[in-house]
């Protein structure tokens, strides 16, 4: 009888309970995220099913799909392999100028979309410092949707850095000395001993690398050329679409962009508790 009192008690100890901060937390929550979020779907609702399957298979909706989610999947998988190489050399090296670079991580954050964009035109188009190097070779970044992809490397690298950097630095190198006194190489060490820690932090900051490539508007409407077909992406449909009165299409575009943003970072997510349980 008295287990069974306990167990009540702590089912209900793990209820919360109503307070002040609770109230106001669940307030902000509900007036930033479930209502801007719902007012969406029942503005996208009220086009007919018909309607609304039209306009999101239409050719240039597919084409911004495709332009804008598997660039940002590329973008980031590259940030990824970079992302944790310049958070190792940053917490396991030594060099002058350390913390300038350490800083110039979260410049991304702090410039203005706008500014990226054109700094990112001015350095990667022909006749920029690196795109006049790249010219001759028939390489075009600019304007294309190689600068779609840059523009996204760019913004998206901070968020892979800063989720890996705080893992890296709370490993102890005594693991590793006892894999090498084990007999184990420095890349059996890495792949066996280093990379299961890092893994879920590695996929949170994939995740929320992608979320922020994919919902990108102010860089890359300057460093692409906005062309259907070519490097359009699905944020500037929705502006264009806006532009024109077309209410319901910039509706139905960003329910699904929304609908396949939440259905990749609910895979990232599943697959990172999926490396937490078997590191």
Known sequence: MAVAQSRIQNRKSKVPQFSLPWGITIG????????PVTALLLQASQVGLSEFWRIATSAIALSAYNVTFVTALVATAVNGAFGLLIAWVLV???FPLKRLVDAAIDLPFALPTAVAGLTLANVYSENGWIGSLLAPLGIKVAFNRFGVFVAMLFIS???IVRALQPVLQEMEHEIEE????LGASKFQTFWQVIFPPLFPALLTGIALGFSRAVGEYGSIVIVSSNIAFKDLIASVLIFQRLEQY?????TVI????LGISLLILLAINLLQAWGKRYQ
């Open 92 to 94: 396991r090296y030594d």
């Open 254 to 257: 960003g329910t699904v962009l």
């Open 178 to 181: 006892a894999a090498w006194s």
């Open 246 to 250: 077309d209410y319901a299409g910039a």
């Open 28 to 35: 902000y929550l509900t007036l930033m995220l479930l209502l």
């Open 157 to 159: 690298l901070p968020f």
